[in-house]
């Protein structure tokens, strides 16, 4: 494979990083059972260098944005932030009671004569 890039999941939507070849190689090893990988599974070295790749900004440039849903992805990895999980459940949205409709008297029906 002499291109592919690595879509990590963030919080605020998925990021494309272009590797080197070396880490592509290292990548598709990495990814040859399992398409996504939570970030929290993976080894100290393979989180450090999945740090490195996002703080290097290899990202793939935006103009290539519409592009990206035909390059092959290597793999997706799912990093949030810290305490993403741990946040509070969301409360049941509050729905007003209904009202029953009001019945016009041209809607009333069919009337006899």
């Avoid at 879509?7 to 990548?27: D, E, N």
């Avoid at 040859?32 to 790749?53: C, E, G, K, W, Y």
């Amino acid at each position: 494979m002499s291109f592919g890039v690595l879509r990590v999941q963030t919080a605020l939507g998925p990021r494309y990083l272009v590797p080197s070849a070396l880490q592509r190689v290292y990548l598709m090893w990495l990814f040859r059972n399992f398409a996504v990988l939570p970030h929290t599974v993976l080894s100290r070295r393979q989180q450090r260098m999945i740090d490195r790749l996002c703080s290097e900004q290899r990202f793939a440039p935006v103009i290539y944005a519409d592009v990206m849903d035909e390059a092959p992805i290597i793999g997706t990895v799912e990093r949030r932030p810290a305490g993403f999980e741990d946040l509070p459940p969301r409360r049941p949205v509050m729905r007003m009671p209904a009202t029953e409709p009001r019945i016009m008297p041209a809607e009333a029906g069919p009337q006899s004569s």
